[in-house]
């Protein structure tokens, strides 16, 4: 290309919530921007005005946002490009349709809707693929209701897709694809190649379901006298049973992954890792390290496997990793933004950061801390102990008043429940069971004695009174 610059762009059509598929695409195309000091342009598809849903280009930007991937021009940021939004265009993709009828490679067509689906339903009668018969070809309509692309025949189109290398298309398989609707708006088809050439975007990342569509593109690009972008697609995510990923099927929307507390950064490596093989065998890599040595030339052609599980592993290496208070801010941020999840409770600062060392290890999700921590921000239900339980804790309750509040200290305390619990002859796993079940309300929780010396003598002692005999 004979750009100055690498442009890549993402050409989400508002229609839903923001599908994960969506940022898959965009992270190849961002990062390759990036790695080339070159832009990123979210532009939105929005000519297909039956399947528009309000709010949807927000949920858009407000993912990006959220990935740290910001576009560099876009509807919300504009851009000399602009306007970035298809519906916005269509004095453009009119002027460059007309052009095509004066070159004669496009034609105005007026068959009703029942006469196509008569001559379809023919078609697929005859076992042949339903396609236009070209009534209209040579008919040198002034105008109708739509205007369709002339398909030369018995011509092989050759598009180069910078992964697969040249692909060969047979014409003769090629529908006169309608380029300008009744409504008077383009097809995706018009508008992506019009798009595409008048926004100089050099490379597109996209999902292989449009390599079919490649070959009326390269027709559109010669016709009018432009070069193509350098072309890449990506195989399509699956689910572990190898199903498509769809609304109904397996998790789609990126609001999922946010409410179930991933960590947008280990969702790119994960999405990273699904169409790109790391030349340094890594699984673990950060987004600078990733744009780094990503090309788009790399990028595998098999069908990926999306699984929830290993994306929950990534999460958890990033917690590890992370800084304390970078992990207590995050775990902040989210409680307030779905504090439904939180019940009743305010989440202490001072208190989360006090917790971290105790669940860095055992968190995946930013939603985990809350299910492990609960009962230092909540009272705990009092258990019902056996009478056995309720003599150790007698005996635990009078050891524990007597020490001063500098001696609660994580050791001290471990020290003192085994003194007990050897003096009261208990099983050491039957004693601290109680114990756990005591202070924390659960079977499973962070470790006991640190969780003690956090929540304080008085709380502890208080839980330990409430508990009561069966
Ligand atoms: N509007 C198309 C989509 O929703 C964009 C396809 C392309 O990137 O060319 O996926």
Redesign the pocket.
Same mark, same amino acid.
């Given at each position: 290309m004979n750009y100055p610059q690498v442009r890549t762009r !993402?050409?989400?059509?508002p229609t839903g919530m923001a599908h994960i598929g969506t940022f898959y695409q965009a992270l190849f195309d961002w990062a390759w921007a990036k790695r080339n000091g070159g832009k990123f342009i979210v532009r939105i598809?929005d000519t297909d005005r039956e399947r528009f849903v309000e709010g949807a280009e927000e949920a858009i930007y407000q993912a990006l946002d959220w990935f740290g991937m910001t576009e560099d021009e876009s509807p919300r940021k504009g851009g000399k490009y602009g306007p970035y939004r298809q519906s916005e265009r269509l004095e453009s993709y009119k002027k460059y349709a007309l052009s095509l009828v004066d070159k004669g490679h496009a034609y105005w067509c007026d068959c009703s809707k029942e006469r196509l689906e008569k001559v379809r339903a023919e078609m697929m009668a005859e076992k042949k693929p339903p396609m236009y018969d070209h009534h209209c070809r040579d008919r040198n309509l002034e105008s109708g209701l739509v205007l369709r692309l002339k398909i030369p025949a018995n011509q092989k189109i050759i598009v180069k897709e910078e992964i697969r290398g040249e692909i060969e298309f047979d014409s003769n398989t090629i529908d006169d694809q309608v380029l300008l609707k009744s409504d008077g708006f383009p097809t995706?088809h018009l508008a992506?190649v019009v798009d595409d050439h008048e926004m100089e975007i050099t490379d !597109?990342v996209?999902?292989e379901e449009?390599i079919s569509s490649s070959p009326k593109h390269k027709l559109l690009y010669d016709y009018l006298g432009w070069e193509m972008p350098r072309l890449y697609h990506t195989p399509i995510i699956r689910n572990p049973d190898k199903s498509k990923m769809s609304k109904r099927h397996g998790h789609t929307s990126v609001s999922y992954y946010q409410e179930s507390g991933y960590l947008p950064e280990a969702i790119l490596n994960y999405l990273a890792l699904l169409g790109w093989k790391n030349p340094d065998q890594k699984d673990v890599f950060s987004l600078d390290e990733f744009i780094d040595k990503f090309d788009p030339k790399d990028l595998n052609t098999v069908g990926p496997v999306f699984d929830e599980k290993k994306l929950e592993w990534l999460s958890g290496e990033y917690i590890r990793q992370m800084d304390k208070d970078e992990l207590s801010n995050r775990i902040q941020t989210y409680a307030k933004k779905y504090s439904e999840k939180f019940g009743s409770a305010k989440l202490d600062e001072e208190l989360v950061k006090k917790t971290i060392p105790l669940i860095q290890e055992r968190v995946k999700k930013l939603a985990d801390y809350y299910l492990l921590c609960r009962f230092f921000f909540e009272d705990v239900t009092p258990p019902k102990l056996s009478e056995d339980a309720s003599k150790w804790l007698q005996a635990t309750i009078e050891k524990l008043t007597i020490i001063d509040e500098k001696s609660w200290v994580a050791t001290r305390l471990g020290e003192i429940m085994i003194e007990v619990c050897d003096s009261q002859s208990a099983k050491r796993g039957d004693f601290f069971a109680m114990m756990r079940l005591t202070i924390t309300g659960e079977k499973i929780s962070p470790p006991l004695n640190e969780s003690m010396e956090i929540l304080g003598k008085e709380k502890c002692l208080e839980r330990l009174r409430d508990a009561r005999v069966q």
């Open positions: !993402i050409a989400p059509s598809e995706y992506v !597109i996209r999902g449009w």
